[in-house]
């Protein structure tokens, strides 16, 4: 009989929050790698320090870990981790008397294809300038509205995950989308009318 060489299939993140609460804190380290990248993503959108990026991240998995007894389980764990990271970073916000957000090149930005098209030379160019006035552009937006561009366009969250992480309906998500990408064209405009051009 022919033995099946099968790859293990890597473990479902419910059972890696139960095994971390019983006690298997490697688990954890499984989580952790597991999201560690989406959690640095997603603090780029507030800073460029990688200091204050790997405090923020490992501030938010502290507190994911300290809090997992109280995972219902009624929302998938990235989407809770996410609630815990982006209130962390909010409260780290208002420590800091809520000071715009600085630009930033997202690497993971830059190596998606540019939405708005740029006269560049080069293709590396163009995308690193579409980066940069993409952060500009958020840097001007209420922080709402830019909390759900973030979500939706970037992290490419469900409309169901953006409210439930944010404690709001799915209609008022729709909703804040709507003003927040009316105000992402009228802000991208007023800064760069070249991009009115041809249109």
């Known amino acids: ?19 971390t609460v019983a006690g298997t804190q490697a688990s954890f380290e499984l989580l952790v790698e597991r999201y560690q990248s989406r959690m ?17 991240v490992q501030e938010a998995f502290l507190k994911a870990f300290t809090r997992l007894d109280t995972f219902q389980h009624q ?31 997202d690497p993971e930005l830059i190596g998606e294809p540019s939405r708005v098209k740029i006269a560049a030379p080069d293709a590396q ?16 937006l209420p922080d709402i ?8 366009e970037f992290e490419e969250m469900a409309y169901q995950d953006i409210a439930e992480t944010l404690g709001i309906s799915i209609g008022t998500v729709e909703s804040r989308l709507f003003r927040a990408r009316a105000r992402f064209k009228d802000k991208l405009l007023q800064l760069h009318p070249e991009f009115g051009q041809g249109e």
């Open 145 to 152: 509205f830019r909390q759900v561009l973030v979500m939706r």
């Open 40 to 56: 640095f993503a997603l603090a780029r959108h507030y800073t460029k320090n990688p200091v204050e990026m790997e405090d923020l």
């Open 1 to 19: 009989m022919e033995a099946r060489v099968m790859e293990p299939q890597p473990a479902d993140d419910l059972d890696l929050v139960q095994e």
């Open 75 to 105: 929302s998938s764990f990235y989407t809770w981790l996410y609630r815990i990271a982006t209130n962390t970073i909010l409260d780290w916000m208002k420590r800091r008397g809520r000071s715009p957000v600085t630009s930033v090149e």
């Open 125 to 140: 160019m163009e995308r690193n300038e579409t980066a940069r006035i993409t952060h500009e552009v958020l840097e001007h």
